[in-house]
């Protein structure tokens, strides 16, 4: 049973800075791809950033330049981090993984919220 499992969310004053981290219970090479997701109150769920087993990176236009998605095979973990935070980045934000038969795997979320 895979797991993910994020942390490193909290309350940030806007332009301030967090990471992100999302620990997978097995190889990260099991995955095609990583990603996070985040979903503000009222919003359907959005692809913030993802990255392929090959490393390739896609970034929501809202967050490039911003944010930075990365992975440590090592650890298992990818990381997101995010500079530069605005009250609209405010959301819980959810790791997700896709497996070589295109299954989803979520993790539980993390809240962000950055004051104003």
């Known amino acids: 049973q895979v797991q993910l499992v994020e942390s490193g969310g909290g309350l940030v004053q806007a332009g301030g800075s967090l990471r992100l981290s999302c620990a997978a219970s097995?190889?990260?090479?099991?995955?095609?791809?990583m990603g996070w997701y985040r979903q503000a109150p009222g919003k359907q769920r959005e692809l913030v950033a993802d990255?392929?087993?090959?490393?390739?990176?896609n970034y929501a236009d809202s967050v490039k330049g911003r944010f930075t998605i990365s992975r440590d095979n090592a650890k298992n973990t990818v990381y997101l981090q995010m500079n530069s935070l605005k009250p609209e980045d405010t959301a819980v934000y959810y790791c997700h993984a896709l497996d070589w038969g295109a299954k989803d795997y979520w993790g539980q979320g993390t809240q962000v919220i950055v004051s104003s």
């Open positions: 990255i392929t087993r090959g490393g390739s990176t």
């Open positions: 097995g190889s990260i090479f099991s995955f095609s791809a």
